[in-house]
């Protein structure tokens, strides 16, 4: 089924890449983005970001930070604010990305302030949402969306902006190699549509993209975005292969 949407394709580089790589990569990657394709951004480390706006100037590919603090400026060691974003050519941001939750106990308070900095400081937030292995074993995913995506959606709609994009990315599917099939990522990306139109309107659910992001590779891109309610991936590990995102941002049409 085709969707009324345009797909939308992240590549979350993580904590890797250096700057040379960076150039390497782009030099290759750019040329090879098709004008008609999915629009696509890119999450590089914030050290990468100057050297990623250079090479992605005609506007093909967008770049976003991984993360923001709340605050616009001041005494936080090691962290990296909206308005430092947007200096660097940032137009997105990851919010409440698992690694985030996990590694630096984000709450759902935090991932709600930072949405909140985020669309202040006219950056679109890709919202990260998604359930742990033991709370899907236990019935809880659900429950765990729900409270999620009340949080940080709110959190927008709260500061009457429209402007974002969701990832479901269920935890137990990061990094592991086990993707979800596609019938478990299509219902809870229904699941989230729903809850969507609950929390901001029936059009807004509609025109929302919701990206699958857990092991997204060459092989399983083409049999997931089939689904009616995937609008695109967030794709970590196979995002650090030029050829293999490219492979995947193909899968998603246009
Ligand atoms: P993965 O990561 O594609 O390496 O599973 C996805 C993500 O964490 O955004």
Redesign the pocket.
Known sequence: MSSPRRPLV?G?W?MHLTVVETTAYLARFVPALESDGPEVVLFPGFTLLPAARELGPDGSVAIGGQDLHPEPRGAHTGDVSGPQLVDVGCSWV?CG???RRHDHGESDDLVAAKVAAATAHGLTPMI?VGETADERAADRTLEVLDRQLRAAVGAAVGAGVDRYAL?Y?PVW????GLTATPQIAQDAHRFLRRLLAEVAGETRAESCRILY?????PGNAADLISQPDLDGF??????LDPEKFLTIIRACGS
Do not use: Q, R, Y
């Open positions: 992240g979350n993580k990851l990305h698992s690694e990260c990832a990315e599917a990061i990094g592991t992001g857990g092991s997204v590779n967030l794709v970590g590990g196979a995002s």
